[in-house]
């Protein structure tokens, strides 16, 4: 790329990021702090896409009854998804499930296993997770 493809495609970024803190503020009364929590961090769909099907992967452990047919069906759904059999339900195995997909995908920025359980419970989602995780 020469220098003038670059000082615009800068440009272009400014602008858009000019947007993107304008559009927030429009719309900081209707996002919850997870959504605003995603949005200030850049997480991408697949980034929120993890962290959705990890959250459920542990979720679906917390279910009382493990010998109900379609929580071992989802279960399984979701062990074949992140290639696992077993893992232990703690912050340590969940903090390395992010920590592993972070290495794959080099998000925008890096983000911890505490800052999305605690923006999720902010928002009514995985408060079980996390007061099981967190303590």
């Known amino acids: 790329m020469d220098n003038p493809d670059i000082t615009r495609l800068e440009k272009r970024i400014n602008i858009l990021l000019e ?63 992140f290639k696992v059999n077993d893992f232990e339900l703690s912050y340590e195995v969940f903090e390395k499930f992010i920590k592993d997909y972070q290495l794959r995908e080099n998000p925008i920025h890096e983000w911890d296993a505490r800052e999305v359980l605690e923006k999720l419970a902010e928002s009514n989602r995985s408060v079980e997770l996390k007061e099981k995780l967190l303590g």
Request: hydrophobic fraction near 35%.
């Open 19 to 81: 947007w993107k803190s304008v559009l927030l503020r429009l719309a900081e009364d209707e996002l919850s702090p997870y959504d605003k929590w995603c949005a200030e961090k850049e997480l991408s769909r697949e980034d929120q896409h993890f962290i959705t099907n990890l959250c459920m992967l542990f979720n679906i452990r917390l279910h009382p009854d493990q010998s109900n047919l379609d929580v071992q069906k989802i279960t399984k759904n979701f062990e074949e998804h």
